[in-house]
T-cell receptor
Framework: DGGITQSPKYLFRKEGQNVTLSCEQN?????MYWYRQDPGQGLRLIYY???????QKGDIAEGYSVSREKKESFPLTVTSAQKNPTAFYLC???????????FGQGTRLTVV | QQQVKQSPQSLIVQKGGISIINCAYE??????FPWYQQFPGKGPALLIA?????SEKKEGRFTISFNKSAKQFSLHIMDSQPGDSATYFC??????????????FGKGTKLSVIP
């Protein structure tokens, strides 16, 4: 089955620790995205990547980092510099142009 | 700066009624307008999308109305059912050139359809 896989579904970390969220897609999509979702805030763009080895900051990139070494993978690292990391994180991918973005099932990160 | 404004934040509709969610955008370069449906604990899924060369698109009980001059678009859910209870997001994207890969989302509308 083609799709986007995010892992893990739930993640708990202690304050001050970096944590990496996984996102893998087998849709052969060029573009991949990371969004953060908080209640009442909608989906806010953290980073996006149009092509391997290239990525761009979104609206709320501070405290996050990404890499795009392979077309199918776009991991997100939440660093200790992110002041309020507890949230629901969504990864998405999209073919070029005016096309549907497919989302993963999300990772709920809780920092205690 | 919020480029896509969505209203209302929450909506309660009786079963069989019409649900209407509105969005307004600022960037006239936007040329793709999708609506996403999200159930609790799940990722959003595309419901229906429209491009600005048409004023209306209908798929089953779901209709998008688009007003280019007013820079507004809306989602109508006819004969609303309890299974439609979810959060709905409008979004907008530029088709080509700088920023063509970005999807900008509204803040979402939580729809509750009561029996």
């Amino acid at each position: 089955d083609g799709g986007i896989t995010q892992s893990p579904k739930y993640l708990f970390r202690k304050e001050g620790q970096n944590v990496t969220l996984s996102c893998e897609q087998n849709l052969n999509h060029d573009a991949m995205y990371w969004y953060r979702q908080d209640p009442g805030q909608g989906l806010r763009l953290i980073y996006y990547s149009q092509i391997v080895n290239d990525f761009q900051k979104g609206d709320i990139a501070e405290g996050y980092s990404v890499s795009r070494e392979k077309k199918e993978s776009f991991p997100l690292t939440v660093t200790s510099a992110q002041k309020n990391p507890t949230a629901f994180y969504l990864c998405a991918s999209r073919r070029t142009g005016l096309t549907e973005a497919f989302f993963g099932q999300g990772t709920r990160l809780t920092v205690v | 700066q919020q480029q896509v404004k969505q209203s209302p934040q929450s909506l309660i509709v009786q079963k069989g009624g019409i649900s209407i969610i509105n969005c307004a955008y600022e960037n006239t370069a936007f040329d793709y307008f999708p609506w996403y449906q999200q159930f609790p604990g799940k990722g959003p899924a595309l419901l229906i999308a429209i491009r600005p060369d048409v004023s209306e698109k209908k798929e089953g009980r779901f209709t998008i109305s688009f007003n280019k001059s007013a820079k507004q678009f809306s989602l109508h859910i006819m004969d609303s059912q309890p299974g439609d209870s979810a959060t709905y997001f409008c979004a907008a994207s530029v088709g080509s050139g700088a920023g063509s890969y970005q999807l900008t989302f509204g803040k979402g509308t939580k729809l509750s359809v009561i029996p």
